[in-house]
RNA sequence: GCCUGGAUGGUGGAACUGGUAGACACGCAGGACUUAAAAUCCUGUUCCCGUUAAGGGAGUGCGGGUUCGAUUCCCGCUCCAGGUACCA
């Protein structure tokens, strides 16, 4: 019998959905394993074959673990809130979540053509009601909490109201609003309960203000700074304003400090580490205030400086536009100059201000502030440069040590004052911290070190400043004015947001007529009518964002069925996190931030034992589109012929490359019959070929319908199964790498697996074994093959394993191996990558059907890899190099005797006496002359 | 600009802590089996010199260095990819 791929993994398919063989328990002796993929949005497109590339990742290695004796969590479900599903809704009036469940039947069809080892019995849907209200009850929990400083962790609201009702807000040290109110407790006891809710807004985790926003009008909602890429929506790319709103907002800043350093503590790639630093931006320096007399005693501009040791080197304050002092700050003479440049400056969109970086541009105000160490005058500007939502909105220039500070200085003709001894100043700013200051009064002929720390300690004792830590990182906008998510679970009372009963939820999404913004502009929501309490209260009607719902699916997966927690005790402290957890570096920044965050929140809170919910982190790389191209011969007039040129000979005449469907080319040698019927203007084309083919060009690009270069797996899968599709993405490249979708290399693969299957086969097609005792050198190959994929698995280095496969079964071959004893051990190994054709072997061989995912990965013996002989390769002078067969139990000299007797070794000698001989674990590999 | 990766045959890629560079696969060339095709198998395949062979030389983006020995470590560049940006 040959191999038929499609019979045999139909067959296991249906064995192991019924017999829910990799359904796990959350009790067991063994060790426990989570294996976790991002789970996929599904989109109408359905999956291509980039999309599994990382679920094959995580298979083999969920299947290896279970081989290795852990109890192994693997599960998947669906991110199926999101946009697309509502776009379609708006397009056509369907439901989003009929599309949204059509989507899923596809998506999970054609996961389970793979062979993917998936416990789907816990299979989560962020859009189910059963879920959202967890995701729901998350949000409240937020909404409950504030963030103290003291014990660097978040608390239950109720506790710091406890703590206002008894020393008011004195000794309250919490990450809040900028504008919270300093009370007794008696004045705290007086005010009214909305008074004291509209305090506690300021400190809650998840709070409402009224903030800037990035507003979106074509998709008709807010987006996260991290959705706005280049002033544009990341989805489709429409323009983005900023527009002042009443926002549900994250205070996930109040764990900035966390977020960073946690990030020591986890196995993730330094380039996504780096991203979430970068994100996070923490500056260490210094706040320090200028007394400005002009606006009374005790008025002072403060500025934020990484570089304090520069403070006698200040020209200038500048400040942004935007800064709220400005008004006041402004004489009558430049009032003019001033409004002029903050008209210019709002003029300019993002985008333009973007572009524009390079030019210098600002205003004089006509103040001046006060130094606070020499007491001379320093002016106050104002300049685009400077951004009010960092720092203070505010900052001292200094033209020696910056360089925008010095182009701001030669433009506006600043004086520029060298503040080190090391400073070469003639064309830019010094920026670094080398040599001993000078002109600079108190920390004169002091290195940086020293100069921070007495200048630190000087603002701080004339109460002119002191050191701070400044990031980067702002709070998340967790409002969406859209229909298709969570609705947030909140009414409105006096203005003042209160949470629904904890028994009303999940609070449904309601039905709407349409999926679009109401007449008068509110979101979607605002259209139900009959929603449950509708006419009591008036409700929250943006909802949330797409990030809510990933942000903890990994507990729901460790106890998906439960209706009285997200998850319960037991199930969390037995699984506690996910140890392996494989996706796109695209979500660095995004999901895998904010789920960070939720997850220190539920920590703090007492509901999950772990810090990091993601000990380790592998990046798939993207798969892109290989497009393959057809020359269609011009002809005088520059028209289109129904000639077509192979890509060898196109430059003999003149052509227009078009894109041609990448599943009727092989090895980009065109099909010509198909390419024929590819189009009907392309029934009768003529063809110029090169030795009898027609070659197609082609270039590396995205994946997409338009460029007809999408691959679907089922049809790999058709044509040459799921084993070998599994295998074939690995043998791709690293599994980190991008690389482009090829199937030239595929047909090895392929016969690699026909070739195996074929050892264990007679002449006549059955199955047949020898229970012959192996040979040692059937022993050899086998160990050889148990060391390497247990190696490679353990270093993610997949593709080198699909290698060592196809040499160890070339190896048998040449042995005419058909042993019992190899191929039972041989299904294991093997069985992680190719798991349909080793059930199907491992069956023939006489063990129970189905037994294969939790037998015993073989145990390595390296007794069977000692070699008597080894081939000693001898560099000369570390050039010429000679191989030598010697017996392994040779003593040292021995070895040496013999390498030098050797006449080969000799005649490169030439004569001259050996200086040394270089030996590397006790061999020797070079003798020097 | 800054940060992080990367660069190896015609192609995808291997070489794990410095020790025979190019494993494995594709492609290509030649051959066997076959009426023929498919399938399968065998041989060759980094480049240059050498008619063949024996043999020799060069070679992992470029230029240096450390070392008996460097794809691997160090210094300086070039190019490519991803991220990020008036962040004080």
Redesign the pocket.
């Known amino acids: 019998m040959d191999y038929h791929h499609r019979a045999i993994e139909k067959k296991w398919q249906k064995f192991w959905a019924d017999n829910q063989t990799f359904r796990v328990s959350s009790t067991s002796e063994k060790p426990k394993y989570y294996v976790l993929d991002m789970f996929p949005y599904p989109s109408g497109a359905g999956l291509h074959v980039g999309h599994p590339l990382g679920y094959i990742a995580s298979d083999i290695f969920a299947r290896y673990k279970r081989l290795k004796g852990y109890n192994v969590l693997h599960p998947m479900g669906y991110d199926s809130f999101g946009l697309p599903a509502e776009q379609y809704a708006i397009q056509t009036g369907q439901h989003p979540a009929v599309t949204t469940a059509a989507n899923i039947k596809r998506y999970r069809e054609q996961l389970d053509n793979i062979g993917f080892s998936f416990d789907w019995s816990r299979e989560v849907r962020t859009s189910e009601p059963s879920y959202y209200r967890w995701t729901q009850w998350i949000f409240m929990q937020l909404f409950s909490a504030w963030y103290n400083k003291l014990s660097d962790c978040a608390e239950p609201i109720d506790r710091l109201v406890a703590h206002f009702k008894k020393h008011g807000s004195e000794g309250v040290d919490a990450v809040c609003d900028e504008d919270v109110r300093s009370f007794t407790a008696d004045e705290w006891n007086a005010f009214a309960p909305e008074e004291q809710q509209r305090e506690l807004l300021k400190y809650r985790l998840a709070y409402l203000r009224e903030s800037t926003v990035n507003w979106c009008a074509a998709l008709g909602t807010v987006l996260a ?2 959705e706005v ?1 280049n002033g544009v929506s990341e989805r489709g790319g429409y323009p983005v304003e900023q527009k002042k709103m009443m926002q549900w907002s994250m205070r996930i800043t109040a764990y900035a400090e966390r977020l960073l350093s946690g990030l020591e503590t986890i196995d993730w790639p ?2 996504l580490v ?2 979430q630093r ?2 996070i ?1 923490k ?1 260490v ?1 210094a706040n320090v205030r200028f007394p400005v007399p002009v606006l009374g005693e005790d008025q002072a501009i403060e ?5 304090v040791d520069t403070i006698y080197g200040v020209n200038a304050l500048v400040l ?1 536009p935007e800064h709220e002092w400005v008004e006041q700050l402004t004489t009558e003479e430049y009032r003019a100059d001033v409004a002029n440049y903050i008209v210019q400056t709002k003029k300019k969109s993002e985008l333009d ?2 572009a ?6 600002g205003a004089f105000t006509g103040s001046h502030a006060v130094h606070p160490l020499t007491g001379d005058e320093v002016p106050i500007w104002i300049a ?13 220039a ?1 033209p020696s040590g ?1 360089q ?2 010095y182009l701001f200085s030669t433009h506006f003709g600043l004086p520029i004052i060298p503040i080190s001894d090391a400073q070469q100043l003639d064309e830019q700013a010094d920026p670094t911290k080398a040599g001993r200051y000078i002109n600079s009064g108190i920390i004169n002929g002091m290195t940086y070190h020293e100069a921070v720390e007495t200048l630190i300690a000087k603002l701080s004792s004339i109460g002119a400043g002191e050191a701070t830590v ?1 990031y ?1 990182m702002r709070d998340a906008v967790f409002g969406r004015q859209r229909y298709w998510g969570e609705p947030v679970p909140v009414y409105f009372k006096n203005g003042l947001p209160n949470l629904i009963d904890k028994g009303d939820l999940p609070l449904l999404l309601p039905e709407v007529d349409k999926y679009l913004p109401t007449e008068t502009g509110e979101p979607p929501l605002g259209r139900a009518t009959r929603w449950k309490y509708r006419d009591e209260h008036a409700y929250e009607l943006s909802t949330m964002p797409g990030w809510a719902g990933s942000s903890w699916y990994w507990y729901r997966y460790m106890d998906a069925a439960n209706d009285a927690a997200f998850v319960s005790k037991e199930a969390v402290d037995y699984w506690r996190d996910v140890d392996l957890y494989i996706g796109g ?2 979500h ?2 995004g999901h895998l931030l904010y789920s960070r965050f939720w997850n220190k929140f539920l920590k703090d809170m007492g509901y999950v034992p772990e810090e990091e919910p993601f000990k380790k982190l592998i990046n798939q790389g993207m798969i892109q589109g290989r497009s393959n191209f057809v020359y269609r011969v011009l002809d005088g007039e520059g028209r289109g012929t129904n000639r077509f040129v192979s890509y060898g000979l196109k430059h003999g005449y003149p052509t227009i490359a078009l894109h041609v469907d990448v599943n009727i080319v092989s ?1 980009d ?1 065109l099909d010509l019959e198909k390419f024929r019927q590819f189009r009907p203007d392309f029934a009768d084309a003529e063809f110029i070929l090169e ?1 009898g083919k027609y070659i197609c060009g082609h270039e590396v690009e995205k994946m997409s319908k338009s460029k007809y270069n999408v691959v679907n797996p089922d049809d790999i899968i058709e044509q040459y199964g799921a084993d070998t599709l599994r295998m074939y993405e690995m ?4 599994l980190e ?3 482009p979708w ?1 199937t ?2 595929i ?6 697996l ?2 195996f299957w074929k050892l264990f086969h007679g002449a006549d097609g059955g199955f047949a074994v020898s229970d012959d005792q192996p040979s040692k050198a059937e022993l050899k190959a086998l160990h050889k093959i148990i060391k ?1 994929v247990e ?1 490679d698995i353990e ?1 993610f ?1 997949f ?2 394993s ?3 496969f ?2 160890c079964v ?1 190896e048998l ?2 042995l005419k191996c058909n042993k019992r004893a190899i191929l039972q051990e041989l299904c294991a190994v093997l069985h992680p990558y190719a798991p349909h054709i080793t059930e199907e072997l491992w069956a023939l061989l006489g063990n129970t059907a189905g037994t294969l995912s939790y037998a015993t990965y073989p145990t390595f013996n390296p007794e069977y890899l000692v070699e008597d002989e080894f ?1 000693y ?1 001898i ?1 000369v ?5 000679l ?1 030598l067969t010697l017996p392994l139990n040779l003593e040292q000299a021995d070895v040496e005797k013999a390498v030098l007797a050797n006449e080969d070794v000799q005649r490169y000698l030439d004569g001259k006496p050996v200086r ?1 001989v ?1 030996y ?1 674990k006790g061999r020797i ?2 003798v ?1 002359v």
């Open positions: 700074n991290d890429v330094e380039p780096e991203m970068n994100w931006g500056s320096g500025v934020f400086t990484t570089r942004a201000r973007m524009d970086a390079r030019s210098v541009s685009d440069y400077v951004l009010a939502g960092y720092g203070t909105g505010a900052v001292m200094v910056d925008r500070d400044t980067r570096s695209e660095a920044t090895n040698v030795d043998f791709l490249g690293p790498q991008s690389k090829n030239n290399g047909e090895g693969v392929y016969k690699f026909r070739k390497k190696d270093r280095s593709n080198t699909v290698s060592s196809m040499i070339n071959t040449d081939a390769p560099s002078n570390g050039k010429t190099r191989n040394k270089i590397v590999v070079n020097v």
